[in-house]
């Protein structure tokens, strides 16, 4: 797994010397341990595209046997970690080689929560006749939907993403509108940041939030006697009291931590001595989500009109597939 951020020289360097520094942001990455650390390789390129994005380059998903070998690391736990601090999120599938493995719909299943960052790439379409295209081009979208459960239906780009020429041209122009389209969505990527942000910490806040009052009601289980006892009880009934709360404080339940998850987690701690929830805490959270975001929001507002185009004097893709000299050639690939 290879992340290709800016430098002043071009190198390569293990995370073993870079993790610990301040420079970049991956020193928490030492918690999966050495198995991990030993794959994880930063790149650095003096490239002017970097200066504003970066690029994180992962392995590609086991598949048949290769799954019973296993990594000598948690891979979904990795994909998770990087899917919270990521902007965009691409997946790329061969449309020559479609096969929705195990390893893949446990990495998936990390990424529930960050569906809108998902956009889904359909490569080396070219290399398939029309008849075969439409049948992955569908069984793609049957899969996909199993394992993204919502009711939106996840973007889909079909081409061929690559500096050759297409191996076969009898959807070229399709193509390169699928490559135009995706060209687009990466522009506005470095405009709307500082809104990504903000959705991200009213997301952390809800998280919060819903923590303080999960805490709150477990610790009011508690009597004088029994707490062995009461804490096997509550550990055991963590669905039924995330749906109390959720009815109690008028809260959705896709807000709450799946119920096994949080259990493998707390139940390692006593949950009587943990710290009271203090009276203002929960409605100073309320507080930040109802007035100071909004009025964030209406600062931001305000200084996007003072821009012509926000963000394009920063966006590594301004002029991409737009100008002569960057234009999409179906004749010559996927873009020069």
């Not at 390129?45 to 998903?61: C, N, R, T, Y």
């Not at 209406?298 to 991409?320: K, L, S, W, Y």
Request: with cysteine.
């Amino acid at each position: 797994l290879s992340p290709v951020c800016l430098g002043s020289l071009r190198r390569a360097a293990s995370i073993n010397a870079e993790y610990m520094g301040n420079t970049k942001p991956f020193k928490t990455l030492s918690k999966f341990g050495m198995g991990f650390m030993n794959k994880f390789n930063v790149s650095e390129v003096p490239a002017p595209i970097l200066e504003s994005i970066s690029f994180i380059d992962s392995p590609g998903i086991l598949s048949g046997e290769k799954q019973r070998m296993g990594r000598n690391y948690e891979f979904h736990k990795i994909v998770e970690w990087f899917a919270y601090k990521a902007d965009r999120i691409l997946l790329l599938f061969d449309a020559h080689k479609l096969d929705i493995s195990d390893e893949l719909k446990l990495a998936l299943d990390c990424l529930k929560g960050h569906d809108d960052k998902v956009r889904v790439i359909l490569n080396k379409a070219d290399q398939v006749s029309n008849q075969q295209l439409l049948r992955v081009y569908g069984a793609l979208m049957w899969s996909l939907g199993k394992m993204f459960k919502t009711p939106e239906v996840l973007r889909v780009y079909v081409g061929s993403f690559w500096d050759k020429e297409y191996s076969n041209a009898h959807n070229e122009e399709l193509f390169d509108s699928e490559c135009a389209d995706l060209l687009s969505d990466l522009r506005s990527l470095p405009r709307h940041s500082a809104t990504r942000k903000i959705n991200e910490f009213v997301k952390r806040t809800r998280r919060l939030k819903v923590h303080l009052l999960i805490i709150k009601h477990l610790r009011s289980q508690f009597g004088w006697l029994g707490k062995s006892k009461t804490q096997t009880k509550v550990l055991s009934n963590l669905g039924t009291m995330f749906r109390e709360i959720a009815q109690k404080n008028n809260l959705n339940l896709t807000d709450f931590p799946h119920p096994n998850k949080f259990r493998t987690q707390i139940e390692k701690f006593p949950i009587n001595k943990f710290p009271k929830i203090k009276k203002n805490q929960i409605p100073a959270l309320d507080k930040i989500l109802s007035e100071k975001v909004p009025k964030l929001m209406e600062v931001m507002q305000t200084g996007d009109d003072d821009i012509e185009e926000p963000g394009a004097a920063h966006n590594p893709f301004a002029g991409t597939g737009e100008e002569k000299d960057a234009a999409v050639s179906g004749s010559q690939g996927y873009a020069r």
